[in-house]
């Protein structure tokens, strides 16, 4: 469309010249204009409110009381809770993510094998992806019911436990327990994506780098360790961090199993960020800028780690 | 992938090897649906074996599913749909063009949108909690069901965008070239050209979004106040009373909020990888 436009008498081109330039630089608006509004409206203008909410006084029934300077970040640094749940959010970021790259470098391993029904076992494997987390969280929850909850009978029948309705029957009872199970159900819903994602890097490895790994008479554990896993590298590392982030973001696993009790003893930040906004806004907001802080970083690492292997947008 | 998948099927015997792997791997997708056979065991599970300590109950009773629909479930069911629904039109309707614009032209700026892109993609409501409980209070939308399409198509945008834009970029541009020549205008040969074929991308987009929009929890949680605007995520939590938990009820509607969302995604199972890791993966 554009060439026949340039290709118009020379003076007529001259008069129409600059509308058309106009024109052609508001086309890519016209396009990606609303997509981008709605980044701007949703995603990046709240954080803009957030941070300016962590510098006001507000009160809990929601009046804007004036500016508060540093004074919520130092209610919050003063929260007697807050060293336990900085040092159980590092805990459960890091075994959740090791626990679920571990294991989905397994069993990427193993669905990458070729056996019958490989189809429907993978598409199994899906189900907790799928699934709403809560609706996860929530049947965890009932199997692990100190009364009747699926786990103990399993437990019981196994001898591994005396009698229902006791101390150790009622695992989201006591904290260490409870958060220990919660790492279970976020390792559970983390280990699809990170299966497929892996699997994705397993099948984008050429099979001939296997054939010369034989023919020099590599064995398995070798070609794994020197072949696989260095070429699997990127898919890894881009499987790790978008875990690093969804476990730090992770809200409903804590939320449906214990509400982050007994006290705040198995919360982490961003259930404490939940907890705060109820009567403490700024507080709150405070809480949330720190946590916006780690995302940013993890989302610095991430563009740093996946730009190198992409060519060029 | 299927291809793959697929083709040894033919084949009449199976190795060892293979055997042993499908003996594991039929172990693990057991573990994998365990939790979801549970839920659909515990919803038909009669009243008063509730309680059991038993896998199994001696009979099921599907009375749950039936009178669940006096409990207000519907209502929430309508929201959760209306949430999702929404999302999703809202999300196609504005990457598609921002998908096929990207792929298709080069333009001062592009660059920059699509890191912002990638950024919002890695970006999770919770982090900004605040900000969007603020913003939309002072939109006064709090306990609106359009304040939750927007923030569900906001942050799922990202993915519909790298996806299609994907799927458009794979499309010979000579095709929509051929559709100018025949007289098409640029609009005309997107509708009966590209998206056509871009519709694989469309519709993982679609499904990706709507199961995101409809599992959605802590911003549903947070814009809500009333049980009549609260989608099913939220809204089944009122089954879990201070000192009582109506489990049955509880579990026919995990049931039907969940099973169906399982089965669509495993129509595009082989395709949401690509999308979530943003080309970063090959």
Known sequence: MSISAARDEPVVARTRRPPLKLAARLA???????????????????????????????????????????????????????????IRTGIWVGTVVVGTMLISLALAQLFNQKFPGRRFARWALIAPWAASVVMTAIVFRWALDANNGIINVVLYDLGLLHRFNTDAADWLGTPGSAFAWMIVVAIYVSVPFSTYALLAGLQGIPSDVYEAARVDGAGAWRTYFKITLPLLRPAFIVALLINVMNVFNSFPIIWEMTRGGPGHQTSTTTTFMYQLKESYIGESAAMSVVNFGLVVVIVAIYLRATVWNREPV | MSAVASAPVRRATWPVHSLICAGIAYIVATIFLLPYIEMIISAVRPADQMLDRNFLPTYFNVESFIDIWSTGFGNNLRISLEVAGGSTILVLLVAIPAAYYTARQRFRGRGAFMLLVLVTQMFQPTAMLVGIYREFLSFGMIDTVSSLILVNAGFNMAFAVWIMNAYVAAIPQELEEAAFIDGSTRLGALFRITLPLALPGIVTALIFTFIAAWNEFIVALTLTTSSATEPLTVALNSYIGQYQVDWRHLFAGSVIATIPVIILFALIEGKVVGGLTAGSIK
């Open chain 1, 28 to 86: 890519p608006l016209v396009w990606v204009g609303p997509a981008m509004a709605l980044i701007v409206v949703v995603v990046l203008w709240p954080v803009v409110i957030m941070i300016e909410t962590a510098f006001q006084h507000i009160s809990p029934d929601g009046f804007i009381l004036g500016w508060a300077g540093w004074r919520n970040f130092v209610y919050l640094w003063e929260e007697p809770d807050l060293p336990g749940i900085l």
